[in-house]
Nanobody, 111 residues
């Protein structure tokens, strides 16, 4: 059974950091692109980052230099390290593999 489970969200002050985790099962994870996307209240889904097999990465301009995505193929897990968080980063964050997503994890940036 294919499964993605995001975790690590929470409430953080502006300038703070969070690390999100995407635990997967049922995929040949090491062969697949892993994306992070987010959806803010009342807005559409926004692409955040990609990490390719072999570790190459791509980021949206809005997060470049602040967010870092990584992967551990041995444990079928991907990560999103988020630093220098801003209120506009507030959203539900999802990891995506082959067009599938988990339930998401809420990130709220507020003082």
């Amino acid at each position: 059974e294919v499964q993605l489970v995001e975790s690590g969200g929470g409430l953080v002050q502006p300038g703070g950091s969070l690390k999100l985790t995407c635990a997967t099962s049922g995929f040949t994870f090491w062969t697949l692109l892993v994306s992070w996307v987010r959806q803010a209240p009342g807005k559409g889904v926004e692409w955040v980052s990609d990490i390719y097999t072999g570790g190459g990465t791509n980021y949206a301009d809005s997060v470049k230099g602040r967010f870092t995505t990584s992967r551990d193929d041995a444990s079928n897990t991907a990560y999103l390290q988020m630093n220098s968080l801003k209120p506009e980063d507030t959203a539900v964050y999802y990891c995506s593999v082959l067009g599938r997503r988990g339930q998401g994890t809420q990130v709220t940036v507020s003082s």
